[in-house]
């Protein structure tokens, strides 16, 4: 039996630590957590956890931003506003079965898709890398909503700007 169980990080911090250091870039945002009960600059942190047979199988957490007023950018008289970065994490014993696509699904659905709706006179994005690039894409995510391609040393312009222009002329 499958049940998905969604909430903010700080609710379920031990639950996590305790599958060890397996990712370290999350490892640190927990440890982070469970020392401080806050994450810094105003960042949340919202899972969606999935349970097969009751045990944990994985993961989707998004980093959200929306508090953050450093993840807005006003270019060339656009405004662009990064509204978290997405992860996932499948646990060994539950890999290639399919559930980080419906994680993804239900990272879209229950937290990326609601919050981008609040955010209609802007260009939001939320920024999914490695292998959580192609499962966000494979949501209904519209590619003008997801950055693929964000930790590099281009320009904010050749990350976003032109990255999201490139996927409007391909939607056209």
Sequence with gaps: MLRFERCNVKACV???LALGNNNARMWNLFNWLAEHDELQHG????IIKLYVED???GYSLLESYQARTDKIVLHEGITYQEL???HFRTLKPHRNKGYATLLAAAMYDDIVEPMLA???NVHAYVIATGRAAPLMARTDISP????QQFY???SFEEKVVNYLKVQAQALS
């Design 84 to 86: 978290g970065v997405v």
């Design 43 to 46: 960042t949340q942190a919202e």
């Design 14 to 16: 031990d639950e996590l």
């Design 55 to 57: 045990e944990l199988a």
């Design 152 to 154: 590099s040393e281009a």
């Design 118 to 120: 609040q955010y209609r």
């Design 144 to 147: 003008l909503h997801l950055i």
